[in-house]
């Protein structure tokens, strides 16, 4: 079973060595592979000093694009699972295993880290929660699907999900949106509760300025999503 | 319509037919995009060639003055000249998405390979 672990980074080099040494730790048998979406800090460096395998994207195409390119590489390595982790060393590594084990069992396509089922760590702030409460019910009412961290970036796909994302991934909204893709494309998605640390270091790629705006956009696309995904069904892609 | 009018509209339509022909001739202009382009200067040099066409598209769809007719039809144009920009701009973001993927994996291979070649020499 070859599995690759993705970790999307811009500009971690204050957290992406420990993330990978936590990584490796706990998990030496999985390969991993970090995606560096044209750092503008030292973060290729680190990479390269600690012989850390990664992709150097030449121009910056933010999180979706980041991610999609580590799905290809999955595809073209055949890899059986491919499980997506943030380098801010907001998810443990510990939890490797639980998000990995439904897909072991032949449970899931798709098995989403979850911080809420549990409600255990790190929160994140109440305007968020509510945020992404929204989304989650947003998601349910587009899909029928429950979903309750919506957002969640730690996440673990099989090898046909894995082909799936590699041949089409959301770019501007990708959590919700693949959740989304995925159940529509007649995919199960599961989620498996696990303890999210505070980030860090870096800034999320959801700001606390624009987070209305995002609210807005996110809602429209994932509507407009749906809608364009209507009637199609089935494992086409 | 005056005789007046009429003349520079001809002429305004013909030279933006002009500059249109000669952006594709001197490849400016892809022809692919220059199609809405192209049939848009056609309609104007049309309309200001032949006002009679303004005048019963107005009764046919009873509108006041014939020259919002002209109007609303630019608008239109502009609108679907605009659509298709950025059906153009999300193509060319999907490819330039592709190719830097796959840049990076070959990066990583090139990366490996003039490593091992290195380490094969010493």
């Given amino acids: 079973m070859k599995i690759l672990v993705i970790i999307p980074c811009y500009n971690e080099q204050d957290t992406i060595l420990d993330t990978v040494q936590a990584l490796k730790s706990y998990c030496p048998e999985v390969d991993c592979i970090v995606i560096n979406d044209c750092s503008t800090d030292r973060s290729e460096e680190i990479l390269r000093q600690n012989n850390i395998p990664f992709l150097s994207l030449p121009c910056n195409l933010g999180i979706g694009g980041g991610v999609q390119a580590g799905y290809l590489y999955a595809k073209e390595q055949g890899y059986d699972i491919t499980i997506q982790m943030d380098g801010d060393g907001q998810h443990d590594p510990a939890y490797l295993r639980q998000v990995l084990q439904p897909l072991l069992d032949g449970q899931a396509d798709m098995v989403i880290g979850s911080r809420f089922l549990e409600k255990k760590g790190f929160q994140t702030s109440f305007a968020r929660r509510m945020g992404i409460r929204l989304l989650s019910f947003l998601i349910w009412i587009l899909t029928g699907k429950q979903v309750l961290d919506v957002t969640s970036g730690y996440r673990a796909c099989n090898k046909a999900l894995t082909h799936f994302y590699a041949n089409s991934y959301a770019q501007d909204y990708p959590e919700p949106e693949a959740i989304i893709a995925a159940v529509l494309n007649g995919f199960t998605v599961k989620e498996v509760p696990v303890e999210m640390k505070e980030r860090q270091g870096g800034t999320s790629s959801i700001r606390a300025l624009s987070s209305v705006y995002y609210m807005i956009k996110v809602t429209i696309a994932l509507v407009v999503y749906r809608l364009i995904l209507a009637g199609k069904g089935g494992r086409s892609a | ?122």
């Fill in chain 2, 1 to 122: 319509m005056t005789l007046e009018l009429q003349i520079w509209m001809l002429l305004g339509s013909l030279v933006y037919l002009g500059i249109i022909f000669w952006m594709l001739k001197t490849k400016r202009l892809s022809v692919r995009f220059s199609i809405v382009w192209l049939f848009s200067a056609f309609a104007l040099v049309l309309f200001a060639a032949v006002p009679y066409v303004v005048y019963v598209l107005r009764d046919i769809l009873d509108i006041q003055m014939p020259s919002n007719l002209v109007f609303a039809m630019t608008i239109g144009f502009m609108l679907l000249i605009l659509l298709s920009l950025s059906a153009a701009v999300t193509e060319f973001a999907d490819r330039i998405k592709r190719l830097t993927q796959t840049i990076a994996i070959l990066e990583k291979r090139v990366r490996e390979l003039e490593n091992q070649s290195h380490q094969d020499n010493h």
